[in-house]
């Protein structure tokens, strides 16, 4: 089921299948926002190039970045949507997802609800479906604030898994880093461009990831620009070479002894490594 506005609003409530590989791709995911909620066990995906499996009830928030191949899917559940149904970033202080569900994690988020949460999500989610039918000029805004809850719910869930919600101060200022780095990890390569552009000393920036037990602001840097530079590797559109200049690096040899470095392996055997992997798989 779609809705599509006149101001290209876009917004879809589907149940995946093992037949929806095309769903995945990166052209039709171009500019969206995805939810997937899994509802077996067993579904083995390939994520920027390394094997995962999801079982009943896990949830995945994916932006148009990942790389994203599917080996085996049962079923899910999927909503999908653009910033002009509705913007996280905008709506940041409404709903708290920005840099916790998207933008600014390091890897994929997922989420593993209890029961109780699952009955709750469950809820929301069949009256999202029947919204979904209507056709007055409530709609839209009936679906915005449904998808907000789900939003909402997904974020507190995530947060409960994964940080120390009695710092909040610190807890913001992590995320607001992490989604400054999604923003410009490709220009700015150093703490203190990012300190800066936080109003924070670069001390300060340490010291707030070495308290939540966190990698520091310099290596998640460098492994932001690495996980790009694997994406760009799978996709396979460009040249090492090209990839390299992408990213910021004036030379290919830069460029690999950095890739090698946070990853272990030069660009072209990982290259390599992840062709042999998606053969084996498929």
Not at 127 to 139: P, T, V
Not at 156 to 165: A, G, P, S, T
Not at 227 to 254: C, H, M, P, V
């Amino acid at each position: 089921m779609k809705y599509t506005g006149k101001n290209d609003e876009y917004f879809e409530v589907s149940t995946l299948n093992s037949l929806d590989y095309h769903l995945f791709s990166n052209k039709v995911q171009l500019g969206r926002l995805s939810l997937i909620w899994f509802q077996e066990d067993g579904n083995v995906l390939l994520v920027d190039g390394q094997e995962r499996t999801y079982n009943k009830n896990e949830i995945i928030c994916l932006t148009e970045f990942y790389a994203i191949e599917i080996v085996k899917l049962s079923t899910a559940k999927m909503i999908r949507f653009n910033k002009f149904f509705y913007c996280v970033v905008n709506y940041d202080s409404a709903v708290g997802c920005r840099g916790v569900l998207f933008y600014g994690t390091m890897s994929l988020p997922v989420l593993s609800p209890n029961n109780e949460e699952v009955d709750i999500l469950s809820s929301v989610w069949r009256m999202l479906e029947l919204e979904m039918k209507s056709q007055d000029s409530l709609q839209l805004e009936m679906l915005q604030m449904m998808l907000k809850r789900i939003l909402i719910l997904c974020t507190r869930l995530y947060k409960e898994q994964e940080y120390d919600l009695e710092d909040k101060e610190n807890h913001d200022l992590i995320r607001d880093f992490l989604y400054q780095v999604e923003l410009n990890f490709r220009t700015k390569k150093t703490v203190s461009e990012y300190a800066e552009l936080l109003n924070r000393s670069p001390k300060t920036l340490s010291n707030v990831f070495k308290l939540a037990n966190r990698s520091s602001p310099l290596q998640i840097i460098h492994n932001r620009i690495a996980l790009e530079a694997k994406r760009l590797l799978i996709n396979k559109s460009k040249t090492i070479s090209e990839i390299g200049y992408d990213l910021g690096f004036s030379d290919i040899q830069t460029f690999s002894r950095f890739f090698k470095k946070n990853t272990k392996v030069s660009p072209s055997d990982y290259q390599d490594n992840v062709s042999k992997i998606s053969n084996v798989l498929t």
